[in-house]
């Protein structure tokens, strides 16, 4: 997943959310311009000067952009063409566009373009208010949380996918996610218009579609409901089970509550659903997995725990950076050499060195398959 950026009209102050947002989250951060662009050092955040022309950034970013991907763009055809490649499309003033709003929005934009071409003024967009760039931030992090793993609400699928995608440098993917872009509704709507085995079904296709070698795949917790999805995951690939107490998973969806995505699933106050639904599936995510972990610690330490788990390595071929360090006081200092790598988490360190030969032979060692 990443983010990218109409840069030419972005105003400024939506840069700086955007700055704040990827050093924060740790993802890739792409302005998108005909002109160079400054952005602060870091090694998320890019920019990416294309040649002046009509609509050549906009013919970049949607070349370049890919399904679960977030465009920062206030022109309306770009938004149209990305959502047709399933990423999200975001206006700098915070409006959120959608399958179903786009075509209404295309329909004005041509209305006002033939309206000022007969010589009618229509003016000029207001400038950004405090309360645009307020509105801004909360859709940027409300994408930012839907960007899911098996278990239940609220165990933290999303965020650990996430991590566990960036570690292992593969893609992530999440069913929810996928399933609504392509019906170009919520879940809760999909329940209410056609009931809730339409949409198990629809739930099934998502899961068969989104599943491919190499991904990180988050489903929906009601998805071993059905014994075909349980036998299809355990025999295309590795399934952990994200377990976590009531008293965890609730607290977790009262802190980040998802109104109008999944109905309820019982007319029960929300800690005696969950605990009544975990008591049900439990014993099916059990059946389903390959590994339960921890999912009530941090989400840094439950992706240890499944790397543990899998006794997953980097893949080859890998990179390590060696780093030279200060230590001491005043004038008596001693230089070492350290090895730091992205794996398994950003920036570890690998191992620490008096000498740069000595580090030098721990980078090869480390980007050497047939030596780890």
């Known amino acids: 997943m990443a983010i990218w950026v109409d840069a030419d009209a972005c105003p400024n102050v939506i ?12 993802m890739p951060l792409t302005l998108v311009a005909n002109q160079n662009i ?4 870091s090694r998320f955040i890019r920019s990416l000067r294309v040649p002046a022309g009509f609509d050549v950034a906009d013919n970049e ?5 890919s399904a679960e991907d977030l465009v920062i ?5 770009l938004a149209a063409e990305v959502l047709e490649k399933g990423a999200a499309a975001l206006n700098p003033r915070g409006e959120r566009y959608s399958p179903s709003t786009i075509r ?4 004005m934009r041509d209305f006002m373009d033939t309206m000022r071409a007969s010589g009618v003024q229509t003016g000029g967009p207001d ?27 609220g165990c933290g699928k999303t965020t650990v996918g996430v991590e566990l995608a960036r570690a292992c440098h593969r893609q992530f993917v999440d069913t929810d996610h996928w399933l609504q872009t392509e019906a170009g509704k919520t879940i809760a709507d999909i329940v209410e218009q056609e009931g809730w085995e339409s949409f198990r079904a629809r739930e099934t296709a998502a899961l068969k579609a989104v599943t491919t070698p190499s991904a990180v795949i988050a489903t929906g917790g009601g ?8 036998h299809f995951m355990r025999e295309k690939g590795i399934v952990i089970y994200l377990c976590a107490p009531v008293a965890a998973l609730v607290g977790r969806l009262e802190a980040f509550p998802e109104e109008g995505q999944r109905p309820a699933l019982t007319s029960r106050p ?18 389903a997995a390959h590994h339960v972990v921890d999912a009530s610690a941090a989400p840094e330490d439950v992706v240890i725990q499944i790397i543990t788990a899998l006794r997953l390595a980097p893949p080859y071929p890998r990179e390590a950076r060696i780093v030279t360090v200060e230590k001491g006081n005043g004038d008596q200092t001693v230089t070492w050499y350290q090895l730091r790598a992205d794996h398994p988490k950003p920036d570890s360190l690998i191992s620490e060195h008096e000498t740069e030969q000595e580090a030098l032979d721990a980078k090869r060692r480390y980007e050497d398959p047939e030596k780890s």
């Open 15 to 26: 840069k700086e959310i955007l700055f704040r947002a990827a050093e924060r989250v740790q």
């Open 38 to 41: 400054r952005v602060p050092p």
């Open 61 to 65: 970013i949607v070349r370049l952009c």
């Open 73 to 77: 763009t206030a022109d309306i055809p």
């Open 104 to 107: 209404e929005k295309l329909t």
């Open 127 to 153: 400038s950004l208010s405090q309360r645009d760039r307020q509105q801004f931030a909360a859709e940027l992090d409300k994408w930012l949380l839907e960007v899911k793993r098996l278990g239940p609400r």
């Open 223 to 230: 998805i071993i409901l059905a014994e075909c999805n349980r």
């Open 270 to 287: 929300l800690s005696e659903e969950v605990s009544e639904v975990l008591a049900e599936r439990d014993a099916l995510y059990r059946e």
